[in-house]
C-alpha cells in the first residue's frame, strides 16, 4: 500500500472523479489515507560482521512473530470473511517459504531489512509469474514485508490511521489485513486507484456495507482531509462538493437503504410483473446463509470453489455431500449447480490444467471435459446424488460455451442423470448464436463478468481495464439484450447471475430486456428486490431501451436513471 505520492496539485473544487462502482451508498466525510509504508533503500547498510549474524537473525524472527501474531490477534476479534483474511495474511507472515530466504540471506551477512525485502520480492516474482489468484496475492507479501521493516526499524504500524470521525479511506490500494480491520462506523466508504470489482478490498467492503468504488482516476492527487462526496452507484467521487445538496443525496440514500432493508420478496415490479431474485453461493455456508435473505433460490453454485485446494479429484460421494448440503439449504426451491469452471483464474489442480500463455482463452470451464470427460461424468452424478438425497432436483448449467453442439453434448449428458440442462452465456459467440443453443438447451444464465471480458477484449483482473470491463458498455448491454430476446422468443427462461445482476438499477434494465431471473452475492438481494419493487415494467422498459442507443457506459447508467426516474 502507498500513501499518495504525487506532486501534481490537487484536483480543484466540484471535481468529479470517475471509477468502477463497486458497493452502492453515498457518504460525504473528510478523506484520509493510509500511513506511508517505511523506506526500504536495499544498498544503504552494510553487510554485517560474522560475530551479528546470530543475534540479527533472532531479531528478524522476533518482528515476524510479533507481526504474525498482531494480525492474528485482530483476527480474534474480527468476524466472517474479515477474520479469515486476517487469518490467511497472519499465516502469510509466518509461511516457512518466504521466512527461510530471509534466515538464510541474514546468515550470509545481509542486514534483517534488506532480507526481508529482498526474500519478499523473490516471492513476488515468482506468484506474479505463477499468475490467476496466487498473483492476487503480491498485494499481501509487500504489507507484510512492511509491517515487518517497521517492526525492525521501531517505526509506527503501517496502515490505516484510526479517524476520530467518520471518514472516506482513499488509498493507491489497499492490503486485505488492513481493509479486514475496518470499523464501518469511522471508515464510511472506500475508494481506491487501483483493484478490480473482484478485489480484496471490493469483498471486504461488501461484507462491511459501505459504499466503494476502484479504479478510480486521479485520485492519488486527492489530499487527506478534503471533503469528499462518494458515490458507490455512480462510481464517482466529487471533491469539495456544495455541502447542503451532498447532506441531501447522503439521506436520500439513506431512505433507499431502509427500504431494502424492509424489502421481504419475492422480486417483482411495482406493477406486479415478477422476476425470481436468487443469490449466489459457493458452499453450504453460504447457502444456510443467503437462505436467511428474502433470496427466493439460488441462480448459481459456483461449485469450483469448493476444490480450489483439493489436490486429487474428490469421489462421487463426496462431491454429492457437499451438493447435498446446498440444496437441503434451499429446499423445495429452485437451485442453478454450475459444473466446475475450473482454469484462468481458478485452476483447480486434479483438473489437469495444460501450461498456456493465455488461460483466460484457454482450456477453462467446459472445455476441461473435451479431453477428461469423466470429471464432467463424475460431477453429474454427484449432483444427481445430491438430488435424490436431498429431494430438491436442481438445474445444472455448463460455464463457458461457446457453440451450439457443445451446449447439445453437455444438454444430452446432463438430462442422461436425469437433471435440467442450461448453459451460461459468456462468450461472445454463445450470445450470437443464442437461438441455436436454445434448440438444445431448457435455460440459459448469462455471466456478465466474463461476457463483458470477452465481448470488450479486456481481464476482467486489470485494474488498468476496469471501465472496459463494466457490465454498462452498452457493447456489452447489447448481447445481453440478444440472449434475452431469443429465450423470449421461444418461451424459455434467462436469468443473469453475473455481477450485473447486483446493481439495482441495472438489475431493472435487465429486467426490461426480459430476464426471468436476477441472481446476486446475497448481500446485493435485497438491494436488488427493493429497487425492482418501486418501478414498473414499463418504466424497466424503456430503460432498457435506452441504454441500447448509447455509447459509453457512463451514458447508459445516465440514460437508464433518468428513465427510472
Ligand atoms: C460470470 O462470468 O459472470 C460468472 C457469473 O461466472 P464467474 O464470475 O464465476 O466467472
Ligand atoms: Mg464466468
Redesign the pocket.
Known sequence: MTASSSLTSPPAIGTVLHGVPVVAGVQYAPVIRPGKPPQIDPGADADLDEADRAAEGERFSAAAATVAERLRERAAHATGSASEVLAATATLAQDRGWLGVAEKRIKDGAPAVRAVNAAIEQFVEMFTKLGGLMAERVTDLRDIRNRVVAELKGLPEPGVPVPDEPSILCAEDLAPADTAGLDPTLIVALATTLGGPTSHTAIIARQLGIPCIVAVTGLDDVPAGAMALVDGTLGTITIGPDEAAARDAVAEAQRAAASAANWSGPGATADGHAVAVLA?VQDGAAARSASQTPAEGIG?F?TELCFLNTETEPTVDEQATIYTEVLEAFAGKKVVVRTL?AGSDKPLKFAGHPDEANPALGVRGIRISFNNPAILDHQLEGIAKAAERSGNPPWVMA?MIATAEEAKNFADKARSYGLTPGV?I?VPAAALLADRILEHVDFLSI?????AQYTMAADRMSADLATLTDPWQPAVLALVAMTVKAGVAVGKPVGV???AAADPVLACVLTGFGVTSLSAAAAAVQGVGAKLAQVTLQQCRDAAEAVLTTSTAADARAAAMSALG
Open positions: 449466489n448459481l459456483r469452471d460455464p451460461m459468456e455471466g456478465t463478468n466474463d461476457l447471475c453475473g455481477e
